[in-house]
């Protein structure tokens, strides 16, 4: 059974940084690629990054140049950099690791940005 654990959310002032860490644990398939949601009130869970095995990454438009997404497959753990966060960048926000025979989803971790 394959568990998501992610950690490094919090409250963050606009303008400033936080690093995400999302772990794997279990029996994981060797192909797969592993990514972030975000789900702010009110709106759909929209894709934030994702990122393959070999290192292939897809970043949502909107978050190009602020966020990065890598991974260290030695651990199993992807990460998401956040910087120059904005109030809307407010949300939980979900691991999820997706393969040709499964897809898990994170307990989600929350993100607010507020002075």
């Known amino acids: 059974q394959v568990q998501l654990v992610e950690s490094g959310g919090g409250l963050v002032q606009p303008g400033g940084s936080l690093r995400l860490s999302c772990a794997a644990s279990g029996s994981i398939f060797s192909f797969n690629i592993m990514g972030w949601y975000r789900q702010a009130p009110g709106k759909q869970r929209e894709l934030v990054a994702s990122i393959s095995m070999d290192g292939l990454t897809n970043t949502a438009d909107s978050m190009k140049g602020r966020f990065a997404i890598s991974r260290d497959n030695s651990k199993n753990t992807i990460y998401l950099q956040m910087a120059s966060l904005r109030p809307e960048d407010t949300a939980v926000y979900y691991c999820?690791?997706?393969?040709?025979?499964?897809?898990?989803w994170g307990q989600g971790t929350q993100v607010t940005v507020s002075s």
């Open positions: 999820n690791i997706w393969t040709t025979r499964y897809e898990i």
